[in-house]
């Protein structure tokens, strides 16, 4: 039986980070997809990909919700417990503030306050620069309460040549704090 995870993937520019682990995770995963309204509208001006060609475009191990469905299994900690966690990529300052306050305005923000209650694992891959004293003092809450945060910010040890090479460091990042295997970028070898 395959591991379960949950994918956000809100209206933050970057994009592309949310649509490559979406790329990756269900080969080992059953995903537990959630996408905002403002991504989608993100995800057509970064990525040329409409909504509807997204969402015909599925991967056959991935359970699409939308912010509104509230309702949706994740949404509550007997469900998420039996995930392997939560990761919001991109993450938007506005997600990290709500979940930050405990807000749980979409099915976004009550998957990860659930993930917070239920002490499972919350990687929010914030998207923004600069940042104000506001979203730092909301990364520093959210760490706080459990959660992980990193901004999407490349290491370049690994020599990238290419966008997609800058892409997959992040994303590579984001599946080891996951313990899940991949060759995605060069490790630091000193």
Same mark, same amino acid.
């Given at each position: ?15 592309? &980070? ?14 537990? =997809?959630? %996408?905002?309204?403002? !991504? @989608?509208? *993100?995800?057509?001006? /970064?990525?040329?990909?409409? #909504?509807? #060609? ?12 939308? +912010?509104? +469905?509230?309702?949706?299994?994740? !949404?509550?900690?007997?469900?998420? %417990?039996?995930? /392997?966690?939560?990761? %919001? ?21 009550? *998957?990860?306050?659930? !993930?917070?209650?239920?002490?499972? #694992?919350? &990687? ?6 600069? =940042?104000? =004293? ?5 990364? /520093?809450?959210?760490? +706080?309460?459990? !959660?992980? *945060?990193? %901004?999407?910010?490349?290491?370049? &040890? ?10 997959? @460091? ?14 995605? &970028?060069?490790?630091? +070898?000193?």
């Amino acid at each position: 039986m395959k591991k379960e995870i949950v994918l956000c993937i809100t209206g933050a520019s970057g994009t592309i &980070y949310g649509l490559r682990l979406l790329e990756i995770l269900p080969k080992d995963f059953i995903v537990h =997809l959630i %996408v905002s309204d403002s !991504a @989608f509208t *993100v995800m057509e001006k /970064e990525m040329d990909i409409s #909504k509807d #060609k997204f969402l015909k475009n599925l991967p056959e191990n991935c359970l699409f919700y939308s +912010q509104d +469905q509230i309702y949706a299994p994740v !949404a509550s900690g007997s469900k998420l %417990v039996q995930t /392997e966690g939560v990761i %919001v990529a991109p993450c938007s300052t506005g997600t990290l503030g709500a979940i930050a306050n405990g807000l749980s305005n979409n099915l976004i923000h009550r *998957v990860c306050d659930v !993930a917070l209650k239920e002490r499972k #694992k919350l &990687y929010l891959l914030v998207r923004e620069m600069p =940042l104000s =004293l506001i979203h730092i003092q909301n990364m /520093e809450k959210v760490t +706080q309460a459990g !959660a992980i *945060v990193s %901004v999407a910010s490349p290491g370049f &040890y690994h020599k990238p040549q290419t966008i997609g090479d800058m892409i997959d @460091f992040v994303v590579g990042k984001v599946l080891d704090s996951f313990g899940i295997k991949h060759n995605l &970028y060069e490790r630091w +070898q000193g």
